[in-house]
């Protein structure tokens, strides 16, 4: 196999799942090439990034679908690519699906949040790609409902549609249980999904009872004046510390050191939502206590009181109290944390989810393998 990777933009922040499936992809000795639409125009480049060996090619001469679907139909047959997989069912997928039909080789994309859920998202566009693609990865079974129901609007399958949740590299997490500080860490983009206006609600709620939690807030993006506007008017500046942006390296050494990690993920106003944040992943590979809400696969990971605890979206007190709880508790907190870490280890392997994918890659090809002979 020699697959083409096609991505609409690399390498991105946000992305660091996509880093470690290029990661575990090049320890089996698989075949890549990285093919991207447009420049990534990041400010902060993950450190992992520089370890992916594969080559890299940018179609951005013409940023039209066709044209850049035209262009790598024509790479795709010089460099004897022989499939190729999208991440997200927008734009990459669109490139794929027709570059793949012009040079004649099978496409599979992974759909991950927002390519499926937000209210732009057309029901008709989406199903016509699953029923084009050889196969369709998804990262929870929650997703994986939800597209199989749309699927079989068109008797499409239901086995085209396989979950494979993101892997996590273990070695980059080692575990520490115990000797932390008492505050909250929350990482991600600054958008609504992520409910971080709902964790400063929450703060505040405590320190009105007489309770002062600091938060160390890990993440850029369009709400960032609001949030910091937001913390100012509830009186939590003091409390609460804005990093913007921060590599992985440095969000692992907050991970190693705070006191819960708190994913308080919502529906947005537009349907976006998380599908399961790599980065709480990683927070119970770390041995952090996390606190989250059940919002689409996030209870396929956490199981409430056992390997973490699960608070109803839209709830900033009881989002509170569980927070103080946790931290007023470390015994508790390092036994769940204990667990949490045991659950990633089972189902959460880099190692697990790339032998998956490859073998996705090996199933969506067979057909046309069988077709040459």
Known sequence: MKIGYVLKRYPRYSETFIVAELLAHQAAGLDVEI??????????VQPAVARVL???????ADSRDSAQADRLAALVRDRGITLLHAHFATSATAVAAEAARLAGIPFTFTAHAKDIFHRDVDPDILVARIASAARVVTVSDFNRQHLAALAARQTIPSDRVIRIYNGIDLSDYPVQIGGRNRRVLAVGRLVEKKGFADLLDAL??????????GLDLVGAGPLAAALASQARELGLADLVHFHGALPRDEVAALLRRSGVFVAPCVVGADGDRDGLPTVLLEAMASGIPVVATPVTGIPEAISHGQSGWLVPTGSPDDLGVMIAGVLADPRRGAEVARAARQRIEQDFALDRAGTSLRQVFADAMAPALTETV
């Open 204 to 213: 505040h709620f405590l320190r009105r009872r007489g309770t002062a939690i």
């Open 35 to 44: 093919f991207v639409l447009k420049t990534p125009n990041e400010s902060v």
């Open 54 to 60: 594969y080559p890299v090619t940018y179609l951005t």
